[in-house]
T-cell receptor, first 111, second 112 residues
Framework: QQQVKQSPQSLIVQKGGISIINCAYE??????FPWYQQFPGKGPALLIA?????SEKKEGRFTISFNKSAKQFSLHIMDSQPGDSATYFC??????????FGDGTTLTVKP | NAGVTQTPKFQVLKTGQSMTLQCAQD?????MSWYRQDPGMGLRLIHY???????DQGEVPNGYNVSRSTTEDFPLRLLSAAPSQTSVYFC???????????FGPGTRLTVL
């Protein structure tokens, strides 16, 4: 049973375009929703996160949109750059110390 | 701060061998977790700990043991390695309540 479904699996965007990655969850016990960025050969690194009492959070070019009723959240990368090319993971956390990750999206930004 | 450190970086085992993957953190985080990453399957939780002396199973615990005697260390033991355990293993630490994970650099394990 996959508790966090992430799409698309891969994404190709032109430089300057908008990258959008979507995630959906089922467990209403999840109470925190982070996104991680991973470059090849490295561990994932926290990018941005949101609590379910907020509908949107923006940090620079990165924005999370959250729809609690639909149990969906998404990452928007504005003005995408080649340096943004990486694998992105959404996650859903409980306050009991567990994180559940999506399967990841490989983003390629073409110059 | 070194953050989360993992040793070794690479390891090759033969089927049936045992070994311990080491993980240490210097951020005084209460929570620690072990994940394995396989192509197309994201990060799957093996075991996690919410404090010294407390561990619990994650999504894929079979074939692995953990213990947490100190806040800093969280070793992962492979009891009898199998080719299906070929993967990249990541250790992470996180502070409550939001559990934002800080990952180590990973250990690439190959079981022949």
């Amino acid at each position: 049973q996959q508790q966090v479904k992430q799409s698309p699996q891969s994404l190709i965007v032109q430089k300057g375009g908008i990258s959008i990655i979507n995630c959906a969850y089922e467990n209403t016990a999840f109470d925190y929703f982070p996104w991680y960025q991973q470059f090849p050969g490295k561990g994932p690194a926290l990018l941005i996160a949101i609590r379910p009492d907020v509908s949107e959070k923006k940090e620079g070019r990165f924005t999370i949109s959250f729809n609690k009723s639909a149990k969906q959240f998404s990452l928007h990368i504005m003005d995408s750059q080649p340096g943004d090319s990486a694998t992105y993971f959404c996650a859903a956390n409980t306050n009991a110390g567990k994180s559940t990750f999506g399967d990841g999206t490989t983003l390629t930004v073409k110059p | 701060n070194a953050g989360v450190t993992q040793t070794p970086k690479f390891q090759v085992l033969k089927t049936g061998q045992s070994m311990t993957l080491q993980c240490a953190q210097d951020m005084n985080h209460e929570y620690m977790s072990w994940y394995r990453q396989d192509p197309g399957m994201g990060l799957r939780l093996i075991h996690y700990s919410v404090g010294a002396g407390i561990t619990d199973q994650g999504e894929v615990p079979n074939g692995y043991n953990v213990s947490r005697s100190t806040t800093e260390d969280f070793p992962l033991r492979l009891l009898s390695a199998a080719p299906s355990q070929t993967s990249v293993y990541f250790c992470a630490s996180s502070p409550p309540p939001y559990n934002e994970q800080f990952f180590g650099p990973g250990t690439r394990l190959t079981v022949l």
